[in-house]
Each structure stands twice: as structure tokens, then as C-alpha cells.
């Protein structure tokens, strides 16, 4: 069995028995027990001066994390700058938001090649390796120019554009470039995965070869051959269930089933950030309870949001604009004993979050454009079967493409919002029940293990080799 080798802009470092954070973290540290391997990237630690010149390594068992301290530029330019101003818009179709310049496109590129410089000596000819997400397109290019030929695969964790909006950036025929020196390019949707093949379709003299009905692409581009796929990401159900059952009962889960006093609960959980449409979320709460009155004073709506990306201004403006909207909203509708709007730009643990999931009547989960969205997935997951929550669910998540069953919503039309809420605070339990098992079911078949196996799987055989689905 190859080892595996995980890059990934930021490493998930735990200590030996601790659990990790979240459910990526907890599949690739599984994939990499089995294996033995390396997982490759940034410390998360910024330093004045130049980047760390040798990598930290800590051995866990079969397991190496070796880690970067990145210097205030190369943070700056690569991670601040292109990843997180360039391409996070970019991906998520948001052409005004994109900052674009020259600076951190070389920034972008500088931090990916060191990256490169200090993962080569530590790999062994028959490693697999398996890179993570925008912050690293050019990773596998730069190794391969160091002459590495070991099997390598890439997963994108956010959305594909089309071409029409991938040609806004300045020589993206670079960065397709780049992704293409991948034997395996992973996509949560048919919807991203299409984006691709388009792109290389119109925008280079390479082609495309649609493999089965749906889901797997044999690309042949700027001299190479991969393969591209559908693999769309998931939780760990079972543990979540699982978790869900007693975390009902925990002291915060009292704490605010206390606070309700027998008022209804719509929950949002988000990093707070453009992609997630939380001010049209926020305005579609205010619709329902103008078009709905019923529900003044019988509904609260719960919004966890911790800040992310605090360094980008358009972060710094989206908090300010959420502030102003939870404000308002509260203004005009809070009676003396009734907050509407319970706003919190904080994060909790996973058995909190579980078991305020598990007490909400509706998961409210509206991004405008979201890679997939594991939040809808941890929400029905959560919910006790005997008398489940329903999920209204953005149609232009990842997520809604395998979760039909949840309502399915424009997060753009903020009414049809507030009467989708409406439906799910009325809906009967039979329908509830059947909804939720129907999602369930999905959730069972296809989850983190699923995912993280498949991708492993197909890496293994790619890019020549792999089963017409
Ligand atoms: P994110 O944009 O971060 O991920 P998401 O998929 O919802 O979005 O994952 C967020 C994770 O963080 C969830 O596991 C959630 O429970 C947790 N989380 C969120 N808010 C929290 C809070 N307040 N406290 C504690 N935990 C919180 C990116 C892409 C997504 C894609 C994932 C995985 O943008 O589209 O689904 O990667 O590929």
C-alpha cells in the first residue's frame, strides 16, 4: 500500500487521542493511520521576517505533521492576498469582490513553490499524494518541475466556475495550467466538474471525454492526461447520530431550551463570511415575521457566526452590515421579553452545536453559492427521527444537489425564503418524518468514510484506469 501524503493550507496538528476539529480533519487523519503518511502544510502561525526555513515535524505513530510558520508577506500576499481576494470570490462567482494584481498573483505562486522546496526531500517514489484546496493549485506543478512523478491528486473544496467568469482573471490559463499537472481533480458537484470540462473545452486546444452517464471526465490538456470527478463530501453520520442523542440533554442544550420557553427555533451556522447570504438570510427572518405576524413573539432565530478572515476588508464589512441588520431587526420587532434575532459571532464545540442542531424546528442554510455545505448535513444528521426539524436549503449549495429533499430555496428571493420558513415551522410531522428519512438515507450511504475512500480509490487508478459509473 502507497503512503499517503496530505497537503493542506492549514494542518489540523492533534495530539495523540485528542479528537480532531472537524470531520475533513478527522477522515484524512484516518485515511493517514491506515497508510502512514505525512500531513504537509501551514503551522497557522504567522512570523515576522522570512517563512520558516525547515519544517516542524511531530511523529504520531505511523504519522508525520510537518509544518511551515509562514513570514508576514508570504502571508500576506498568498494567503490575505490571491487565495483569499482573488480566488475565494472568484470561485464563488462574486466578479465584484475579486482583487486583482500582480503582487500576490507572484506572491501566491513564490509560497506555493516553497511549499514545494521544503515537502520534496521528504517524499518516497511510491507516496500518493493528495493536495487540498485553492490556496495549493500550483503545488503539483512545482513538484513535478522538481522532477517528482509520484501519483498526485487535488481536491477543490469550494465551487468551479464557468469560464465565463474564470476569464475574468489575468492569465488564468496559468492556474488551469497548473491544475492540470494533477492525475486526479477531485469537485463536490457535476455543476463544478462541468465548469472544468468547459473551461478546457473552450478555452484550451485539449479535450474532454465523458465517462458514463455522470460524475467522471478523462481530460487530455497542456500535454498530460488526468482525470477528473465528482466526489461530493460528507460528515461522519454515525458519530454524529450518535452525539446528537445525548447532546440534547447537555447543560447549554437546557440552558437554551430553557431560554425558548416553548417559542420555536430556527438555527444558522456559518464562519461568517460573503458566500453564506447571511444579510438575505437575516431579511428573509424579517419577512416572515411582517408577512406572518403569527410567529412575533412564538419564534426565535439563532445565528452562530464566528469571524473568519478578519485581515480582508470585505469581511470587516459584512460583520458591520450583519451587526446593523440584527440591530434593526430586533429594533423594530423585540417585545420587552422577546429577542426575534439572537446573533453570535462566536464558535462553540461539536456536542454543543449538536445538540443545539437537535433542538431547532428548522435549519435554516442559505448560502449564495457554498462548495458543498456541511452544515446542512451536520443539521439533519442531528435531528431525532421521531420528530424532526426540517432543512430549507439554498439551491445554490453543493449540498442541495444530493439533499432534494430539504426545502430547496433561492437565497436571492428573500419572500420565497420567509414562505419556505413558513412551510417548514408548519410542516405536519408525517411529511417531516419522510423528508428526513429520505435525506437520512443519503447521509448514511454516502458519508466522510465514503468519500475519503472513494477519492483514495480513484487516486490510486488514475488517471488511466477507472470504472465507467
Ligand atoms: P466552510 O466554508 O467552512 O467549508 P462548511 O462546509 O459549512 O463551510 O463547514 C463548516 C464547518 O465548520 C462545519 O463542520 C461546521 O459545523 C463548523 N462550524 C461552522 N460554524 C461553527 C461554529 N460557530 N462553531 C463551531 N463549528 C462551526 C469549506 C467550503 C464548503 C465545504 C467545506 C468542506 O466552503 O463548501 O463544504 O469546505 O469541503
Known amino acids: 500500500m502507497s503512503r499517503l501524503v496530505v ?72 494567503y490575505n492576498g ?46 500518493m499524494v493528495w493536495v487540498h484546496d485553492y490556496h495549493l493549485i500550483p503545488f503539483g506543478d512545482e513538484l513535478r518541475r522538481r522532477g517528482c512523478s509520484q501519483r ?29 499537472a494533477y492525475d486526479l481533480v477531485g469537485f463536490h458537484t457535476a455543476t463544478d466538474l462541468r465548469g472544468f470540462c468547459d473551461y478546457i473545452r473552450t478555452e484550451t486546444d485539449g479535450t474532454v471525454e465523458q465517462r458514463g452517464a455522470y460524475g467522471t471526465a478523462m481530460i487530455r490538456a497542456f500535454g498530460r492526461t488526468l482525470m477528473a470527478k465528482v466526489f461530493p463530501i460528507s460528515i461522519d453520520t454515525p458519530a454524529l447520530e450518535s452525539l446528537a442523542r445525548t447532546a440534547g ?12 420557553v416553548g417559542r420555536r427555533l430556527i438555527i444558522g451556522v456559518d464562519r461568517l463570511d460573503y458566500s453564506k447570504g447571511l444579510p438575505q438570510r437575516f431579511a428573509a427572518f424579517e419577512q416572515l415575521l411582517e408577512s406572518y405576524p403569527e410567529h412575533c413573539n412564538r419564534v426565535s432565530f439563532l445565528q452562530v457566526a464566528p469571524p473568519s478572515r478578519e485581515d480582508v476588508p470585505e469581511y470587516i464589512a459584512i460583520r458591520r452590515e450583519l451587526s446593523e441588520m440584527a440591530g434593526r431587526i430586533n429594533g423594530r420587532f423585540a417585545e420587552f421579553d422577546w ?12 456536542r454543543v452545536l449538536a445538540g443545539f442542531y437537535r433542538l431547532a424546528n428548522v435549519g435554516l442554510v442559505t448560502p449564495l453559492r457554498d462548495g458543498m455545505n456541511l452544515v446542512a448535513k451536520e443539521y439533519v444528521a442531528c435531528q431525532d427521527a421521531d420528530n424532526p426539524g426540517v432543512l430549507v436549503l439554498s439551491q445554490f449549495a453543493g449540498a442541495a444537489h444530493e439533499m432534494g429533499e430539504a426545502l430547496i430555496v433561492n437565497p ?20 417531516r418524518k ?12 454516502q458519508d466522510i468514510n465514503w468519500w475519503r475512500e472513494s477519492y483514495v480509490d480513484a487516486l490510486t487508478r488514475a488517471p488511466y484506469d477507472f470504472p465507467v459509473t
Open 412 to 431: 436571492f428571493d428573500i419572500e420565497g425564503v420567509g414562505d419556505a420558513l413558513q412551510r417548514a415551522l408548519t410542516m405536519p410531522l408525517g411529511e
Open 82 to 127: 490571491f487565495a483569499n481576494q482573488t480566488l475565494w470570490p472568484l470561485f464563488h462567482y462574486r466578479l465584484g469582490l475579486i482583487s486583482v494584481n500582480r503582487r500576490t498573483r507572484e506572491g501566491y505562486s513564490r509560497v506555493n513553490a516553497y511549499f514545494a522546496d521544503k515537502m520534496e526531500p521528504l517524499l518516497r517514489p511510491d507516496d
Open 249 to 260: 440533554r447537555s447543560r447549554q442544550a437546557e440552558r437554551l431550551r430553557e431560554s425558548l
Open 152 to 180: 498526485m491528486g487535488f481536491f477543490l473544496h469550494t465551487p468551479f466556475p464557468p469560464p465565463e467568469l474564470l476569464t475574468a482573471l489575468p492569465n488564468h490559463r496559468d492556474l488551469i495550467r497548473e491544475l492540470c
Open 339 to 350: 429577542q426575534p434575532i439572537r446573533y453570535l459571532n462566536r464558535s462553540f464545540g461539536q
Open 7 to 78: 497537503v493542506s493550507n492549514r494542518v489540523a496538528l492533534m495530539e495523540e487521542g485528542k479528537q480532531a476539529a472537524g470531520g475533513l480533519a478527522v477522515a484524512i487523519l484516518a485515511a493517514l493511520k491506515k497508510t502512514g503518511g505525512i500531513w504537509f502544510g501551514w503551522s497557522g502561525t504567522v512570523v515576522d521576517g522570512e517563512s520558516q526555513a525547515e519544517p516542524t515535524k511531530t511523529e504520531a505513530g505511523k504519522l508525520t505533521y510537518a509544518t511551515l510558520d509562514l513570514g508576514r508577506r508570504d502571508h500576506e500576499e498568498y
Open 434 to 445: 419522510e423528508r428526513h428519512a429520505a435525506l437520512m438515507q443519503t447521509l448514511r450511504r
